[in-house]
């Protein structure tokens, strides 16, 4: 005899029925990331927006060779490279309207300077200054974002706002594969979700947090998957395929726009330079790895498909090759200046007005620059003088 | 403007009447948080607003600190003026990152061209029997980070005059609201709640000449108590009510102490690397002549919070306000 039956008379009311509120099938991601290069969907591209693509992947591919060298040189503190992630950087940055506003984080200086940011201003913080360069009104960027995902939560704060106004701007919001397992990410989808807030999440899965490979991070089928539980669609797409980074931006971008709500986007791309030039890569990969990727290249497969089409030749090649030369000899030749910093301006923007603490505070470190300057005139034996 | 006579008025009202007209004045300012909408937030601050200005001006958000601080930064961003509410002072350190990092670097990272305009008020402190994680006193936190204004009112009309200089602010607040003084009643004149000191400066609550009881918030209450008591002992006190943390007004407090000689600092929270071993070396430092005595501190102990059953042990109450000012005889002991 079971329990039930001993029990005899217990007859336990059914509970309401339960519906599931979505039907969480259409928020699924596709099994396999989507692509556009050398499939048939290349067909439907438009050539134009192709041959941009083209011309941007090799500028940013040279953008971050420029950079990294430059942190040789030191003449930047830090640079975390893209070289590998370009398509994703530069494809969703142009999937964007002026109007929109793009929250990057630390790694996407070229997505900053696809929407139009001076690549000098953009290398700001990272150059050692204590501010974020850029004014974000001007292009509608966020400042890069160090710790990881905090910035999710205000490109939802922000998109929510701009709707609220009646405005129809969307975000993108940038994050990476470690990213998400920050609470910040969870609490920024949830709240887009709930909100049917205008924005794009986009994760570059470049398959490593600094050394941690993407299954010590999660047990997620992927990291499209996790969009189904927040109650957003979620998509899965080669980062290395800028056509069909774009064309899954784009479509995210107008579902937000026309009041769908957002869209969690993983791009599948590879880190192929270290995590940052202070990063010694070969201690938690190998170079077999490394190389499996680069020959699944974002620029190479761009240049192969526009070839094959009759729609690059040697000529547009080596133009496009000399064009992200002259960008990358401005960048060395602008970057070679010494920036001129104002240690005092260290406290006018801590506060709209400065506390009277911040003031003596202020006053202190002037009478020590008048200190140092006046040494220094005497060691040199010129006239007394320097800043008061 | 028609004069309307003071009535008794509770902080709390004060407090939603200041969220009220500050909503009413400018479009963009936001009210978000767990339950500020249809209940009214567990304090009932945020009372009828969600009514009276729709759930997109008054919104209850998911159960999340850092998401409820971050899109407010968002929000401000965007050139709204958010108000955030966390339920209570234990429950905001998820949404300390983002003060840490953001609320208070966004207009110095940008040089100024992103100011963040946002309020985030913080029922804390004890003395409501909360059972643990609900009677933090979390202000040395905050006073310890550099970008944000730090104040908390300890009167009615404070409430009010704050919290609307708070909202108009073009900097980031905390605004930390003494829980115990939710419902305590002061005369206040609704038609006229503006005459109150600006952010940043302290106020002399009673005058006196034999020493100074320098406290904020949950704490005026009992010094105000203390100096009475004090009286029998001969001791004539003066209260200041700092308001403000963050700016601090050292101008009013070292002229008190400089006319008085002796000075004692009173707070709930933790004394070791609490507010008061700031505003010691402070007054230190600047009237070390006019002194007396050592800058004293009647605080809470260095413990956890403790429970209901316990806090008044804990709490700095007026026997032992009194018990400092009477080691203030310093030089006749030493
Ligand atoms: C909150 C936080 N914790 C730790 C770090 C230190 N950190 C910087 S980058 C990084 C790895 C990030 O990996 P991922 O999100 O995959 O982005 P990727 O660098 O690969 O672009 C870590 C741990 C940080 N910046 N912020």
New interface residues.
Partial sequence: MTVMEQRGAYRPTPPPAWQPRTDPAPLLPDAEPYRVLGTKAADRADTELLRTLYARLVRGRRYNAQATALTKQGRLAVYPSSTGQEACEIAAALALEERDWLFPSYRDTLAVVSRGVDPVEALT?LRGD???GY???EHRV??L???LA?????????????R??GDDVV?LAMVGDGGTSE??F???L??AA?WRAPVVFLVQNNGFAISVPLDKQTAAPSLAHKAVGYGMPGRLVDGNDAAAVHEVLSDAVRHARAGGGPTLVEAVTYRVDAHTNADDATRYRGDAEVETWRRHDPVELLERELTERGLLDEDGIRAAREDAETMAADLRARMNQDPELDPL?LF?????EP???LREQRDQLRAELAAEAETAARQTGAPEGGRR | MTTVAAKPATMAQALTRALRDAMAADPGVHVLGEDVGTLGGVFRVTDGLAAEFGEDRCTDTPLAEAGILGTAVGMAMYGLRPVVEMQFDAFAYPAFEQVVSHVTKMRNRTRGKMPLPLTIRVPYGGGIGGVEHHSDSSEAYYMATPGLHVVTPATVADAYGLLRASIASDDPVVFLEPKRLYWSKDAWNPEEPASVEPMGRAVVRRSGRSATLITYGPSLAVCMEAAEAARAEGWDLEVVDLRSLVPFDDETVCASVRRTGRAVVVHESGSFGGPGGEIAARVTERCFHHLEAPVLRVAGFDIPYPPPMLERHHLPGVDRILDAVGRLQWEAES
């Fill in positions: 913080l204590w501010h974020t004014d974000p009104y966020a400042p974002s160090t710790p905090t910035q999710l939560p205000h490109a939802v704060g922000l998109a929510h706002a701009a609220l106004k975000a609470g910040d969870h609490e920024a949830n709240f709930v301006e006018d923007h801590v506060y709209a506390t009277p603490q």
